[in-house]
């Protein structure tokens, strides 16, 4: 049998409970309410890419995804909308903040153009293609038609571009194009070769920086496959340049 003491404890310990239940039903109302649905959208890029595609974007997923056109702050996945927004090929990475009561921050980094492959098609340092609408200086000849979201191994071409441009920052690269073992290079009106796997690469490109001033030829084809740089009047057929 329950003595009245323990009644009083069961009772209290219910009320307890039942304060807590309010509280916290409550509280869960409060935070879905109306008061956090998002009412503005604030996109932050560090590219070129219109803001308002980011919001068609933003837009389109909350379509897809939720029951409201503008979802509360709090209901909002913001894995899922970032996993949505990286779907296009174009962002590189997107983060979202929440700021209630009822804002939210849309950051996206952009792919950066290493070169480009054709018509409105570009590729980044990791080798995925994507599309644009600008005109890069360099030019990267390709055998095969690519689309976007297609991936081209340029890993190594990337970091020898790199050192290229550390020893001759003033020449740009105009054009690239890999032909069997070789990798050429135009540079301004000079063609250049390299071996992919060129061990005194510095040294070559030492030399290079020495010769490049002296040429007062247009065309001349410079070899760096060997110990001294060759030069030579006739440039290889496969890579005239284009017109």
């Not at 009245?4 to 807590?20: G, M, N, S, T, Y």
Request: net charge positive; aromatic share 8%; proline share 5%.
């Amino acid at each position: 049998m329950i003595s009245k003491r323990d009644k009083r404890r069961i009772k209290k310990v219910a009320f307890f409970i039942l304060v807590c239940g309010l509280i916290f039903f409550g509280g869960r109302q409060f935070i879905l309410s109306d008061i956090f649905r998002i009412r503005k959208v604030e996109v932050e890029t560090d590219g070129n890419l219109e803001k308002k595609k980011i919001l068609s974007l933003f837009n389109s997923y909350c379509k897809e995804n939720c029951l409201d056109h503008r979802p509360n702050l709090f209901k909002l996945e913001k894995d899922s909308l970032r996993r949505f927004l990286l779907s296009d090929v174009r962002l590189l990475e997107a983060k979202i903040k929440k700021r209630p009561l009822s804002k939210l921050i849309i950051s996206v980094t952009e792919r950066k153009p290493f070169a480009q492959i054709g018509e409105g098609l570009c590729v980044d340092k990791d080798g995925v293609v994507f599309p644009t609408k600008e005109t890069h200086t360099t030019y990267l000849h390709i055998n095969s038609k690519k689309r976007h979201g297609d991936k081209i191994d340029v890993q190594e071409l990337y970091l020898i571009v790199e050192r290229i441009k550390a020893f001759l920052p003033k020449y740009p690269i105009n054009q690239i194009r890999k032909e069997k073992d070789r990798l050429f290079f135009l540079i301004e009106d000079t063609w250049i070769s390299v071996l992919p796997k060129e061990k005194e690469l510095n040294k070559k490109l030492t030399q290079l920086s020495v010769i490049l001033p002296t040429l007062t030829k247009k065309g001349v084809f410079v070899d760096l496959g060997y110990d001294d740089p060759i030069l030579s009047p006739n440039l290889p057929v496969t890579v005239q340049p284009i017109h």
